[in-house]
């Protein structure tokens, strides 16, 4: 199953798009800059990634760093991951890219850099994903 970019998000700024992949303007930023990098493939969440998701996850974040890199955001101030269930707000596989600093402040209670609980960072997934199960 394939998902099209308007059945996420009929209002958002569109960001990027190819055959794999689309991104754009989260509609509640909680960042200076709040991106979501979006599999066109239906994935539920990371716990449902495998092994052989980890090149697709590696592109998702290659993709969230072009981003925010072109928009000044690097290092320190760039932040990439996923929402765990059961903090996950909808049923499709999505990588929020933030610009940091967060506005408000208090949103990086959600997206901790080391990860959590409800989060985890997109690098850690990737070395997850490479271990065998």
């Known amino acids: 199953m394939y998902i099209e970019y308007e059945d996420l998000c009929n209002s958002c ?3 990027f798009e190819d055959e794999s992949f689309i991104a754009f303007h989260d509609i509640k930023p909680d960042a200076a800059l709040h991106l979501l990098v979006v599999p066109r493939q239906h994935y539920g969440t990371v716990k449902e990634l495998t ?4 090149k697709m996850v590696k592109r998702m974040l290659e993709i969230g760093q072009k981003l925010l890199t072109d928009k000044g955001f690097s290092g320190d101030h760039a932040r990439f991951g996923f929402h765990r ?13 933030l610009g940091l600093p967060f506005e408000p402040k208090y949103a990086e209670v959600m997206f901790p850099r080391k990860g959590g609980p409800g989060f985890i960072p997109a690098k850690r997934l990737i070395e997850k994903l490479a271990e065998p199960a």
């Open 85 to 97: 269930p059961p903090f996950n707000s909808i049923h499709h596989l999505h990588m929020h890219c």
């Open 13 to 15: 700024a569109n960001v």
């Open 51 to 54: 092994t052989d998701d980890q």
